[in-house]
């Protein structure tokens, strides 16, 4: 139990739909991070939100988005879901506390057909 | 930029038998380290994390890694590998100072564990 949840843990959507995958924490943190991990290789940053503002973007199109709320929770958005979007979704925090690396969530196995 | 290398999508041992599992990283300043650790439809899972200090670092389930800056690797080991130890194990970097600590992820390397 890692104290991140996510969910949906699986979801399949349709070329061209948008998607909210959802991320909550038990402990407060101020930093949450997305990952999209495809199949077969390591996980790559989509962006980043300290308290509840984008602070670092990894190399994604504008489709992809995000929101973080003041109960800890966030969202990651992705509009005009294309085949290659299928991956395995990753969500990270961070707090204050942590001298450095992050708490992982069991993801969100997205397939796009 | 930072980078990272993994060499050897794959590794097998037999149980009881060394684990090394290799990682070079890319950075003009020594960065965090880390090893992460991920098993069927999971997340990731922190082995060992090197920030500062001493260059030897241990963590969970056995594992150790070491910081060796001339080389600039941090190459993972357990000195006897166990059947639950197969998994695929990701070496990460993230920057030393800085907002934004966005994790850098290596191409993992897969463990197998033969009986």
């Known amino acids: 139990e890692t104290g991140v949840t996510q969910s949906p843990t699986h979801l399949i959507k349709t070329r061209g739909q948008q998607v909210t995958l959802r991320c909550s924490s038990q402990s407060g943190h101020n930093t949450v991070s997305w990952y999209q991990q495809a199949l077969g290789q390591g996980p790559q940053f989509i962006f980043q939100?300290?308290?509840?503002?984008?602070?670092g973007r990894g190399n994604f199109p504008p489709r992809f988005s995000g929101l973080q709320f003041p109960n800890y929770s966030s969202e990651l958005n992705v509009n005009a879901l294309e085949l290659d979007d299928s991956a395995l979704y990753l969500c990270?925090?961070?707090?204050?506390?942590?001298?450095?690396?992050?708490?992982f969530g069991s993801g969100t196995r997205l397939t796009v057909v | 930029a930072q980078s990272v290398t993994q060499l050897g999508s794959h590794v097998s041992v037999s149980e009881g038998a060394l684990v090394l599992l290799r990682c070079n990283y890319s950075?003009?300043?020594?960065?965090?380290l880390f090893w992460y650790v991920q098993y069927p439809n999971q997340g990731l899972q922190l082995l060992l994390k090197y920030t500062t200090g001493a260059t030897l670092v241990k963590g969970i389930n056995g594992f150790e890694a070491e910081f060796k800056k001339s080389e600039t690797s941090f190459h993972l080991t357990k000195p006897s590998a166990h059947m639950s130890d197969a998994a695929e194990y990701f070496c990460?970097?993230?920057?030393?100072?800085?907002?934004?600590?966005?994790?850098?992820f290596g191409s993992g390397t897969r463990l197998l564990v033969r009986p």
């Open positions: 990270a925090i961070k707090t204050e506390l942590q001298e450095a690396g992050y708490t």
């Open positions: 939100y300290y308290r509840e503002e984008e602070n």
């Open positions: 950075s003009s300043v020594p960065p965090y």
């Open positions: 990460a970097v993230s920057p030393l100072k800085g907002s934004s600590y966005k994790l850098i």
